[in-house]
């Protein structure tokens, strides 16, 4: 009953807008300020590794993320300074507008948990849990937005590509 009045209900849509609207501006103004002002993520990551999350008996908790950072991120580190800023304003342009509001969400969330793997708490959880409920809502979430308008042309063109496909296989 909650998931359906969550995923088609048209005034809790008004409210995931709202939720929508305000976490997307967080997150283009936060990739905007690293799109100009210079971002370098070197110092972060070189922290997140020499001071990893630690466990009650001491031990890293994610060491397999610590061996990420250390083996893969911190040496293209060039790459990951190109790609946060970029994704973090792309997230919140998706969210803003909502324009393919459940993949801007998802990719939202994979760099919320990023970064709470590596240890920054600050206002990650509340990113979390309002990123999960738009996330669980669905299309709904972007109802009053382009979504409105890009599910329906984007279901329209895969369906016409995959009933072609399908014609011509058989």
């Known amino acids: 009953m909650f998931a359906t009045l969550l995923r088609e209900n048209k ?9 929508r609207i305000w976490l997307g501006y967080n997150w283009m103004t936060a990739g905007w300020g690293k799109l ?11 922290n997140a590794i020499a001071n990893p999350v630690m466990g ?7 060491s397999w993320y610590v061996n990420f950072l250390e083996s893969f991120a911190l040496p293209n580190i060039e790459l990951f300074n190109f790609i946060v800023p970029l994704g973090e304003f792309l997230v919140g342009l998706g969210l803003l507008l909502g324009c393919l509001t459940t993949a801007a969400m998802f990719f939202g ?4 948990f990023s970064f709470f793997l590596a240890g920054t708490v ?7 849990f309002l990123g ?16 409105r308008w890009v599910i329906p042309f984007l279901r329209k063109t ?8 399908v014609s011509e296989t058989a």
């Open 11 to 19: 005034i809790v849509a008004g409210l995931l807008a709202v939720i």
């Open 36 to 46: 100009t002002g210079g971002f370098d993520a070197s110092g972060f990551l070189q």
């Open 56 to 62: 009650p008996d001491g031990a890293p908790v994610y």
């Open 109 to 112: 969330l994979v760099m919320n």
């Open 122 to 128: 600050s206002h990650n959880p509340t990113d979390i």
């Open 132 to 147: 999960a409920i738009i996330l669980f809502a669905g299309y709904n979430a972007g109802r009053y937005g382009l979504d």
């Open 158 to 165: 895969f369906n016409k590509k995959l009933d072609k496909t």
